[in-house]
């Protein structure tokens, strides 16, 4: 397997890439020509469908410069408890640990363990527990932050996290199953990370 290494490598450094990255799409959509024409000759009679992109507004292009604010939509399945809000920064908690993302951060996709999703605009720091999710950073400053369930931290009362956290614990340590173990472990982290939110 070894021997053949090196023609592998060869042919890698000499590849070109056939799609380009999504930071070289355009803002627009545009269909494939490729495909429109094959469809025509298939099925003429019958428009060819359309993909996602179609129906998706044009994003914003990359900016030449860096802007001074980075903008963060913070949506739940039941609600968007921020869209489009301009902020200074927002630090959020990756299960690679705390990111901090500030205007001009490199594209990112992370995935959110729970924990605290701060907020900073200026002076003011609004801070939310999430019990997980995915943020999406992209090129032009903005961030998109997609989460499970999120709480203002200031609503949170720790003793009743701290008695939940014994609970799960308790379960935790006499689950038989590995269903009963999961759920129970789940409890923990979430109680713990909550516990840590509110002491720490």
Avoid: C
Avoid at 109 to 128: M, R, T
């Amino acid at each position: 397997m070894f021997r053949h290494g090196s023609r592998f490598l060869s042919k890698a450094t000499t590849m070109r890439w056939r799609r380009p990255f999504a930071t070289d799409l355009s803002a627009e959509y545009v269909a494939d020509s490729k495909f429109v024409e094959a469809w025509s000759k298939t099925i003429p009679n019958v428009e060819p469908p359309k993909t996602p992109s179609a129906f998706m507004a044009p994003r914003p292009a990359t900016p030449s410069s860096i802007p001074s604010k980075l903008t963060v939509n913070f949506v739940l399945p039941y609600s968007s408890e921020l869209s489009g809000k301009e902020v200074d920064m927002v630090i959020i908690p990756a299960t690679t640990g705390q990111m901090g993302v500030l205007p001009g951060h490199v594209a990112t996709i992370a995935e959110l363990k729970p924990g605290v999703l701060s907020v900073h605009e200026g002076n003011d720091v609004n801070k939310y527990f999430v019990s997980g999710g995915f943020a999406f950073v992209h090129a032009n400053s903005f961030a998109d932050i997609i989460a499970i369930e999120a709480v203002p931290l200031d609503r949170i009362d720790l003793n009743l996290v701290q008695k939940g956290l014994t609970e799960f614990t308790q379960k935790l340590s006499t689950a038989s199953t590995d269903v009963e173990k999961a759920e129970a472990q789940i409890g923990v982290d979430v109680h713990s990370a909550l516990n840590a939110a509110l002491t720490g």
